[in-house]
Every structure is written in C-alpha cells, then in structure tokens.
C-alpha cells in the first residue's frame, strides 16, 4: 500500500447502493424493501404452483408452531444483545473512575495542543476539532517549508506535500458534528490514513534537520493522531452499542404484531376449508410470510452494518488493517 493519502474519509460517504445498502441507509427502509421482495417472491411462488397454500396445505402447522418458534427464539436474542450491551456499561467504582480521568485527560491534552480553553462535548465534534487542529498544523507545515530545505527521506517527501496531505485528511473531519448521523461520521474517519500519515511524520521527523517549531508541529501531529484514533474508536463503541439497543428494541416492537400475525393464520383454515376466497389466500399468505420473517430481516440488516463498522475499523493502533474501507476499491 502506498503511504499516500488513502482518502478513505472522502470516499466513504459516496459509495453507491453497496454504501447504502451495508452502511448508510435507513435500516428500517432497507428491512422494508427486502420485506417487499419477500413478499413478490412468495407470490409468484404460490402463482407458479411452488407453493402451496390452500386447505391442504401445511401452512397452519408452519405457522402454528415453526414460526410461533422463530419468533419467541429472536425475542431472546433480544435479551442477549441487551445483557452484551450492558456488560459494557457497568463497572465498579474503581474502572469507572478510570475511565473517567483517562477521558478527561485526553480532553485536556487535545485543548492544550488547540490553544483552547475547552473541547465540545459531543464525540463528533471532538472529533472535528482534532481535525481542525490537525488541519491547523497542516497549514502551518507548509508555511514552513519556504524557509526549510527540500526534504528527500526515503519516501517521506518534502513539509508542504506532508502539510497539504494533512490538510486533505482533515478536511473531512472537520465536516463532522453532532447533526451528523453517527454511521456517517464512523465512515468519515474510517480507513487508515491516519496510520500512514503518522509513519511519514515520524519519518521526516526522525531523518531530517528541522527548526524547532516544525519540529514541535510535527510532535503535535503524531500525538494529534494517536488521540483521533482513540477518539474514533471511542466513538464507534458509544454508536455500535446504541445500534444494537435500538436493534433489540426494534425487534420487540415488530414481534408483536408478528406473534398476532403467527397466531392468526391458522385460524383461517378449516377442516373443510378457509374463511377466506382461495384467489384472496395466495395474497394474505405472501403478506403474512414478509411480516413474520421481518425481525429476521431487520435483525440482519442491523447486523450487516455493525459487521461492517467492525472489520473496517478494527484497528485502533497505527498499523493498517488487513483490507482498508471498502468503498475505496
């Protein structure tokens, strides 16, 4: 991989359908179309004869005990994804006073290195200030280079490539705040850019005769970047535990209406027929099909974008994972 600018965080928020699809789209939508292909499959299935949902059938008893199943197993998976994310919330007094004073230092330490009084709040636009901070620094490299000589040092190239290379990572960045959607803002500062940028800081830092005040800008880079990737990571771990909140609550909501719809299909069959015309039958079936398979659905559609955020940015250490983000290819 080249230590040039990957520009992960410009290409992340125009990926196409696979960037909506596994990422940025709503995933209520996403579980609504789906459910709608169900649905048209289903159908033509029962039209073509594949399936078969008239009196002697066997759609009571998939309904009446399969689904009924299905629907009471995904009510505790619920509970499991509860219990995961609260694990992670609790703690003894000890731990939490730990993490307590290790976030404010790292508050402290990002104010200082800013000339600021004081950071937001917010994750997101912690985030942006360190880009902002990031892109400050950039500048300043630049500024630099007119009175400093061409730098050469194996690949490390010259301040005002390494400065404008900073300035382009955060730009970005700096775009986050707290009206950004969370996904949004994770796929902005995923990739490892900031990992190959930190190599050529040390890199020219270590190989070139500096003044020191582009020395002291190139120590505040790298510790800039270090706090960034703490930063995201911190903040991945706060937007992946309210997905999965949100997920195990969206499953309660659809599960009811899903056990009534379980419940209530075999009670339109008879012993000697149905309640209900057989041309009418083949549309109630498909329907009743997509609405119980919807909390499967949402469940994998919730799942397939916190699968996603999870491999693409599983490293908090300034090494490059195996494969960079994936709307970069």
């Not at 995933?27 to 949902?53: E, N, P």
């Amino acid at each position: 991989m080249s230590d040039g600018p990957a520009s992960g965080s410009g290409d992340a928020n125009g990926g196409g359908f696979r960037h909506w699809l596994f990422l940025d789209g709503n995933r209520l939508l996403v579980t609504a179309v789906v459910s709608v292909g169900v649905f048209a499959v289903v159908r033509v299935a029962v039209a073509a004869g594949i399936l078969a949902v008239g009196p002697s059938g066997t759609v009571p008893t998939v309904f009446g005990s399969g689904i009924t199943a299905g629907v009471f197993t995904l009510v505790t998976l619920t509970l499991t994804v509860n219990q995961l994310v609260s694990s992670q919330v609790f703690g003894k007094p000890n731990s939490l006073r730990q993490r307590y004073e290790k976030g404010a230092q790292l508050r402290d330490r990002v104010a200082a290195l800013s000339d600021r009084s004081a950071v937001p709040v917010d994750t997101a636009d912690f985030v942006a200030v360190v880009g902002e901070v990031l892109d400050d620094r950039g500048a300043s490299l630049r500024d630099a280079r007119r009175g400093t000589a061409n730098l050469d040092t194996d690949g490390a190239g010259d301040l005002t490539t390494l400065g404008s290379d900073l300035s382009a990572f955060a730009n970005d960045i700096t775009r986050i705040s707290g009206d950004t959607k969370p996904i949004e803002a994770i796929s902005v500062t995923a990739g490892s850019d900031y990992a190959r940028l930190r190599r050529r800081v040390r890199a020219t830092r270590a190989d070139a005769q500096l003044p020191d005040p582009v020395a002291d800008d190139l120590d505040a880079v790298e510790e800039l970047l270090g706090h960034l990737s703490v930063a995201r990571q911190y903040f991945k771990t706060l937007t992946l535990h309210q997905e999965l909140a949100t997920l195990s609550r969206e499953i309660i909501y659809l599960s009811v209406p899903c056990l009534l719809v379980a419940v209530a299909v075999p009670l339109l069959y008879r012993s000697n027929g149905t309640t209900l015309p057989e041309a009418s039958l083949a549309w109630v079936i498909s329907a009743a099909v997509a609405v119980v398979l919807a909390p499967l659905v949402l469940l994998v559609v919730r799942l397939l974008r916190v699968s996603t955020v999870m491999r693409y940015t599983i490293s908090a250490a300034p090494f490059a994972p195996p494969e960079d983000w994936p709307w970069n290819e």
